[in-house]
């Protein structure tokens, strides 16, 4: 008779280290652990997918970023790697258009310097008889 060993082995030990290591790559690491717990929770079975998706995402942003990522995913019960990783793009967005808005209004110049006497005209003003006398017609 002959055994797979890896029917008797106890994969339990493997995900936990492996959890340990994901949850240490963030600021709060409590909060994590209760986070990717959460997530082993919820699918038990591909954990170790969800593990790696998510320990790609800490090697390429910063902890700022992936504490917001976190905090935000928890507050939305958003308990999956793609939606954490889909959350931290996210953040990403708003902080790049939030860091793109300036005011240059102050700073704007006119092309030709002949044109600003052009700014500062104004049409003649006239009263509304003007132009009734004009659409009435010459009746005489």
Do not use: C
């Amino acid at each position: 008779m002959i055994k797979d060993r890896n029917h008797t082995r106890d994969r339990t030990k493997g995900i936990d280290a492996f959890l340990n290591t994901v949850a240490k790559q963030f600021k709060d690491k409590e909060a994590a652990y209760k986070y990717l717990t959460t997530i082993r929770e919820k699918y038990p079975r591909y954990i170790r997918d969800q593990l790696q998706i998510i320990l790609r995402e800490t090697k390429q942003n910063n902890e700022d970023l992936l504490s917001a990522a976190l905090y935000e995913s928890v507050r939305r019960k958003l308990f999956s790697a793609t939606d954490f990783g889909d959350i931290v793009q996210y953040i990403k967005r708003q902080r790049q258009a939030h860091d793109t808005v300036t005011n240059n209004a102050e700073n704007v110049s006119p092309i030709n310097s002949l044109s600003s006497w052009i700014m500062e005209t104004e049409a003649p003003k006239r009263e509304v008889d003007a132009y009734t006398v004009l659409m009435e017609g010459d009746s005489q």
